[in-house]
């Protein structure tokens, strides 16, 4: 499969999304629909990639500026999906071998697909190859009409007879051709149809009327080359692609409760044996070890997770590393390179923020912890705050092991609480404490009896 190089085309408005963002922009388990075309091009290793861009084309070259391998050109006006094609020609002049047609808004096309594709057009000797699809619900796309068995035209629904209309084979929007004589050709479409719009599926029926041969490949799984043009069909993709992942992931030895209600990237790991309950989202580079339990309404993202941990219900981590056996919630917010060791527990409404907690180390109510560096076996009181920033930098606090916070503590960064030292309870900590001493800072209590009688005397 050397000569192969590849077109998307994404230059179209999207109307019916109703949308600011471009329809290309939409995403389908947190990547852009032209992030999963583009993957699925990949599969093809092509010598050149092509994207066709045009309407809110700086947004849509933009947002894909991370692929160093991709050439833009840009469609304006828009005037259909040969014209969309005739405006790659320059990127493509002096190429030859298999052109590769995707559509930005067919995004569940597999690599198996398109391999066979580019297989049944090189061994037909074809001048085009379609993709196609028997489907219950043809309304919308393009209708195959043959004769004899073979492919003959490809004619839009809005041009279609009744008959036609009938036909329940449909076209993808996704085809192979062949790159000798391919924009000479093109050139010869005219828009001489309901839309007034220069069609691409045209091809067809100019190649066959030349003799030329044209194939078809049509896919035992109709759902890889749904079109994207509305919210619902947005929404109904995303639910196949996550059922498809959530099937992945069971086969891989994860146990999800409900799969209905689980949200699983595509780039997400889990080991074997993790339990996952209802309303988890896993999002991004996350990881999840073996062994562990992620309990109800849970969000991970870009974190990992190491085996045998719990994560209680309503947590939400971001960027973030919980290792082996360690415990996290319910109701904490770990997040800017949070590193919660082995073994340790955060408990509830407690934030860690740019903190490392050391192993068997504990934090089990309410607490801030910011920008703190905390050893192994340390207990955190509840109510204790690192009071991090001074309204113009962030200050380091570090937590040496053996470590007791009483409750109620403020800690003053930058500052240093030394190996097995002793806050008090309600301690505002303003000067390091050396190692195993007692910090105090609250005054001696006062009792004044009979206070409460002699004020209601007053009143
Ligand atoms: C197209 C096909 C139809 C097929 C369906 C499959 C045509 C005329 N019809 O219809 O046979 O069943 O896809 O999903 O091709 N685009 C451009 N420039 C343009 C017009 C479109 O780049 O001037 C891009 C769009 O951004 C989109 C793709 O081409 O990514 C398809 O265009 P769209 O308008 O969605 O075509 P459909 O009506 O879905
Ligand atoms: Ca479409």
């Given at each position: 499969?050397?000569?192969?190089?590849?077109?998307?085309?994404?230059?179209?408005?999207?109307?019916?999304?109703?949308?600011?963002?471009?329809?290309?922009?939409?995403?389908?388990?947190?990547?852009?629909?032209?992030?999963?075309?583009?993957?699925?091009?990949?599969?093809?290793?092509?010598?050149?990639?092509?994207?066709?861009?045009?309407?809110?084309?700086?947004?849509?070259?933009?947002?894909?500026?991370?692929?160093?391998?991709?050439?833009?050109?840009?469609?304006?006006?828009?005037?259909?999906?040969?014209?969309?094609?005739?405006?790659?020609?320059?990127?493509?002049?002096?190429?030859?071998?298999?052109?590769?047609?995707?559509?930005?808004?067919?995004?569940?096309?597999?690599?198996?697909?398109?391999?066979?594709?580019?297989?049944t057009?090189?061994?037909a000797?074809a001048?085009a190859t379609v993709v196609t699809a028997v489907v219950?619900?043809p309304?919308?796309y393009g209708r195959i009409v043959r004769d004899g068995g073979r492919i003959a035209r490809i004619v839009e629904?809005?041009?279609a007879t009744?008959d036609e209309r009938d036909v329940r084979e449909i076209n993808a929007?996704?085809?192979?051709?062949?790159?000798?004589?391919?924009?000479?050709?093109?050139?010869?479409?005219?828009?001489?149809?309901?839309?007034?719009?220069?069609?691409?599926p045209d091809l067809v029926s100019?190649y066959r009327s030349?003799?030329r041969v044209v194939e078809t490949l049509t896919v035992?799984?109709?759902?890889?080359?749904?079109?994207?043009?509305?919210?619902?069909?947005?929404?109904?993709?995303?639910?196949?692609?996550?059922?498809?992942?959530?099937?992945?992931?069971?086969?891989?030895?994860?146990?999800?409760?409900?799969?209905?209600?689980?949200?699983?990237?595509?780039?997400?790991?889990?080991?074997?044996?993790?339990?996952?309950?209802?309303?988890?989202?896993?999002?991004?580079?996350?990881?999840?070890?073996?062994?562990?339990?992620?309990?109800?309404?849970?969000?991970?993202?870009?974190?990992?997770?190491?085996?045998?941990?719990?994560?209680?219900?309503?947590?939400?981590?971001?960027?973030?590393?919980?290792?082996?056996?360690?415990?996290?919630?319910?109701?904490?917010?770990?997040?800017?390179?949070?590193?919660?060791?082995?073994?340790?527990?955060?408990?509830?409404?407690?934030?860690?923020?740019?903190?490392?907690?050391?192993?068997?180390?504990?934090?089990?109510?309410?607490?801030?912890?910011?920008?703190?560096?905390?050893?192994?076996?340390?207990?955190?009181?509840?109510?204790?705050?690192?009071?991090?920033?001074?309204?113009?930098?962030?200050?380091?606090?570090?937590?040496?092991?053996?470590?007791?916070?009483?409750?109620?503590?403020?800690?003053?960064?930058?500052?240093?609480?030394?190996?097995?030292?002793?806050?008090?309870?309600?301690?505002?900590?303003?000067?390091?404490?050396?190692?195993?001493?007692?910090?105090?800072?609250?005054?001696?209590?006062?009792?004044?009896?009979?206070?409460?009688?002699?004020?209601?005397?007053?009143?």
């Amino acid at each position: 499969m050397s000569d192969v190089h590849v077109v998307v085309l994404a230059a179209g408005k999207g109307t019916r999304m109703k949308s600011a963002l471009p329809k290309v922009l939409h995403r389908i388990a947190g990547e852009s629909l032209l992030d999963h075309v583009l993957n699925s091009a990949r599969s093809l290793a092509p010598r050149t990639l092509t994207i066709v861009i045009g309407h809110q084309a700086d947004d849509v070259k933009a947002a894909m500026s991370r692929h160093a391998d991709l050439g833009f050109v840009v469609q304006e006006p828009q005037l259909g999906t040969a014209h969309a094609l005739l405006v790659a020609e320059p990127a493509l002049a002096g190429q030859r071998g298999t052109l590769v047609l995707l559509s930005g808004d067919v995004p569940l096309l597999s690599a198996h697909t398109l391999e066979s594709l580019v297989n049944t057009h090189v061994a037909a000797r074809a001048a085009a190859t379609v993709v196609t699809a028997v489907v219950e619900a043809p309304r919308g796309y393009g209708r195959i009409v043959r004769d004899g068995g073979r492919i003959a035209r490809i004619v839009e629904e809005k041009d279609a007879t009744d008959d036609e209309r009938d036909v329940r084979e449909i076209n993808a929007g996704i085809y192979a051709f062949e790159l000798d004589g391919l924009f000479d050709t093109v050139r010869s479409i005219r828009a001489e149809n309901a839309q007034r719009e220069y069609y691409l599926p045209d091809l067809v029926s100019i190649y066959r009327s030349r003799g030329r041969v044209v194939e078809t490949l049509t896919v035992d799984q109709p759902r890889e080359i749904l079109g994207i043009n509305t919210r619902a069909e947005l929404a109904a993709i995303e639910t196949l692609f996550r059922m498809s992942t959530n099937e992945r992931l069971m086969a891989e030895g994860a146990t999800l409760v409900d799969p209905g209600t689980t949200y699983v990237h595509g780039s997400v790991r889990i080991v074997a044996d993790t339990v996952i309950h209802p309303g988890v989202s896993l999002e991004g580079r996350t990881t999840i070890g073996a062994g562990c339990e992620i309990h109800s309404g849970v969000r991970i993202v870009n974190s990992t997770i190491g085996d045998r941990a719990t994560v209680l219900n309503h947590c939400v981590i971001t960027d973030s590393r919980v290792r082996a056996r360690a415990s996290v919630g319910p109701f904490a917010h770990l997040r800017g390179h949070a590193d919660v060791g082995e073994a340790a527990k955060i408990g509830n409404f407690v934030e860690l923020k740019k903190t490392v907690l050391g192993t068997n180390s504990k934090a089990s109510h309410l607490a801030y912890l910011g920008d703190a560096v905390i050893g192994d076996q340390v207990n955190i009181g509840a109510g204790t705050i690192t009071c991090n920033y001074d309204g113009e930098r962030k200050h380091v606090t570090t937590i040496k092991d053996g470590a007791f916070i009483g409750s109620d503590t403020q800690l003053i960064a930058p500052i240093t609480v030394g190996e097995g030292a002793y806050v008090g309870t309600g301690t505002t900590v303003r000067e390091d404490v050396p190692p195993g001493s007692l910090a105090v800072s609250a005054g001696k209590q006062r009792n004044i009896e009979g206070w409460v009688a002699a004020r209601r005397r007053k009143r």
